[in-house]
């Protein structure tokens, strides 16, 4: 840090930048991100936070009661954009069917464009959070969240799947179940590629096809979709 020169000719360190406070809490969830990244929930502490923002651990606790506090923030970050991209392809003005291909493709892409968010939201045991279902991360100790972004990613999911079961474009059954084996399967491609990058050749052709299998395993057997698929899967052969 450069010195400058008080009033006597002494140097003394620039007084430290006053931040709003929204700034200041990204500040600190962007260090925890990075913490994590470089050494997982052991690397995460008040005090190496602090350093790496620059600021003193009584600082954090202006925005955070706690460790799990800030965990907890970047869970939500990482819904946050889980939001945008399912929020995206129901903008898009896309058929049903090819909508919901979509949705599928960004919750891969946006697992992969933030793996070490991934890694700690779905594949971290993180004491001081608790989970319910899928989606719904919540802190131990206080009152309940609701909703978390957690759960408006999901809901998103849900609700696709319950309009396009009443329209005719996917198969009848029970959407609660259904939406939760779309996430197992998504959650399944994303951690290999995330964990064991090494065993695929061909990442892109894996989640296309990946995708095509899945969607046409959810069309009903008469529906046009089904042969399209069938022929994209051929092409990518």
Known sequence: MSKILGKKGVETAPRRQRLAPEERRAQIIAAARALFGEGGLAALSMRSIAARVGITQAAIYQHFEDKEAIVFAVAEHFFGKLIESAEASSAAGLAPVEALRASMRGYIETGLAH?????????????????????????????????????????????????????????????????????????????LLITHVEFVWDAQRLID?????????????????????????????
């Open 115 to 191: 793996p070490e968010e991934y890694r700690l939201v779905f594949m971290t045991d993180a004491p001081g959070l608790r989970r319910h279902g899928p989606a719904n991360l919540q802190p131990q100790s206080g009152s309940e969240i609701q909703p978390t972004k957690g759960q408006v990613a999901y809901g998103h999911l849900q609700e696709k799947v319950r309009l396009l079961m009443k329209s005719g474009d996917i198969r009848k059954g029970d959407p609660e179940l259904i939406a939760e084996a779309m996430w197992a399967a998504g959650h399944g491609i994303v951690s």
């Open 209 to 237: 096809t990946h995708v095509d299998i899945l969607l046409k395993g959810l069309l009903p057997d008469d529906h046009e979709g089904r042969k399209a698929s069938a022929k994209s899967i051929r092409k990518k052969a």
